[in-house]
């Protein structure tokens, strides 16, 4: 079945750090990938995707590149802010955007961002 | 517009009661989904409905657990004789065809 592994965390950065967390994924096909954000007190929201390999999904200054060869997806920024302080969850689905195809998310992992 | 909401926010429920968790879509998406979350993991997938056809149950972790739509909109999850495991963030999720998933906040259940 499908599965996405993500790096354990929590993961703290000092603000302007830059910013890697990894995902691999095990799929059958060509899975559609995402990365949600949780901030605190509120829901799951999309950060970015990518539908097919090689593709880079990017939102607010976060990007992640669609590696067919080594089944990855890490999320990356530049230089992280305090406001970025949340929960990271990888995941994919199996076809499209993920409209009707259920999501299969990692773990997640916590980044704490100190000023 | 509104987002997914979900109602109650929080729950608790003693050993072998039954609890019904309801979620409203956003207006007009087709698709609903929901999925379980427990403590420090990732939400898991439970079921999905286009519609109100229920068109993937195969998250569902016993026969204790049902989920309905019968109208194509709002959704209820219905897990009898609650058991502690079943403690859990409770998800709902809604899409348009060709657009992501949008998630509700969630209700939190606690079973003692």
């Known amino acids: 079945g499908n599965s996405v592994t993500q790096m354990e965390g929590p993961v703290t950065l000092s603000e302007e750090a830059f910013l890697t967390i990894n995902c691999t994924y095990t799929?059958?096909?060509?899975?559609?990938l995402f990365w949600y954000v949780q901030y605190p007190g509120e829901g799951l929201q999309l950060l970015l995707k990518?539908?097919?390999?090689?593709d880079k999904g990017s939102n607010k200054g976060f990007e992640a590149t669609y590696r067919k060869e080594t089944t990855s997806f890490h999320l990356e920024k530049g230089s992280v802010q305090v406001s970025d302080s949340a929960v990271y969850f990888c995941?994919?689905?199996?076809?499209?955007?993920?409209?009707?195809?259920?999501?299969?998310f990692g773990k997640g992992i916590t980044l704490s961002v100190r000023p | 517009g509104a987002g997914v909401s979900q109602s109650p926010r929080y729950k608790v429920a003693k050993r072998g009661q039954d609890v019904a968790l309801r979620c409203d879509p956003i207006?007009?998406?087709?698709?609903l989904f929901w999925y379980q979350q427990a403590l420090g993991q990732g939400p898991e997938f439970l079921t999905y409905?286009?519609?109100?056809?229920?068109?993937?149950k195969s998250g569902l972790p016993s026969d204790r657990f049902f989920a309905e739509r019968p109208e194509g909109s709002v959704s209820t999850l219905k897990i009898q004789r609650t058991q502690q495991e079943d403690s859990a963030v409770y998800l709902c999720?809604?899409?348009?065809?060709?657009?992501?998933?949008?998630f509700g906040p969630g209700t939190r259940l606690t079973v003692l």
């Open positions: 999720a809604s899409s348009l065809e060709l657009h992501e998933q949008f």
């Open positions: 799929a059958t096909g060509y899975p559609s």
């Open positions: 990518a539908t097919k390999a090689d």
């Open positions: 995941a994919l689905s199996e076809k499209g955007t993920g409209a009707n195809s259920k999501l299969t």
């Open positions: 207006s007009g998406h087709v698709s």
């Open positions: 409905f286009q519609n109100e056809a229920q068109l993937d």
